[in-house]
């Protein structure tokens, strides 16, 4: 199983190619997103158009367990590495359900040692 990161779907409904040869080498069934990914779709994008395009996909909750964690690591990164919340809760959520993560912001997750990190920046 892998989690994708909101920019890897961007990527991939813009039709750039390297991010669809990509998810289709994961599989359909092995793709999950946070919840948090698909709030940052859903805002982005149509709505109808979006729904459409991300129902494929299993999300996964915000949780307790996430939510403690979230906040774990924006005490821990928020002033040192500028973490942002829908990053800190994409960690999290990679973190508590260890299942790597799948970027292209590598950046923007590489100084959390606990996260299996994927990509390429």
Do not use: W
Request: aromatic share 10%.
């Amino acid at each position: 199983m892998v989690l994708c990161d909101t920019n890897i779907f961007i990527s991939a409904f813009n039709g750039r190619q390297d991010a669809i040869d990509q998810l289709n080498t994961i599989g359909l069934n092995e793709i999950v997103q946070s919840a948090i990914t698909v709030m940052e779709l859903l805002q982005g994008m149509g709505m109808a158009q979006m729904k459409k395009r991300i129902k494929f996909y299993d999300i996964v909750q915000i949780d307790s367990a996430v939510s403690a964690k979230s906040i774990e690591l924006i005490e821990f990164y928020r002033l040192s590495h500028g973490l942002q919340i829908p990053d800190a809760i994409i960690a999290a959520t990679s973190i508590v359900y260890q299942i790597p993560l799948y970027t292209y912001n590598l950046k923007d997750f590489d100084f959390i040692p606990e996260i299996s990190i994927h990509g390429k920046k």
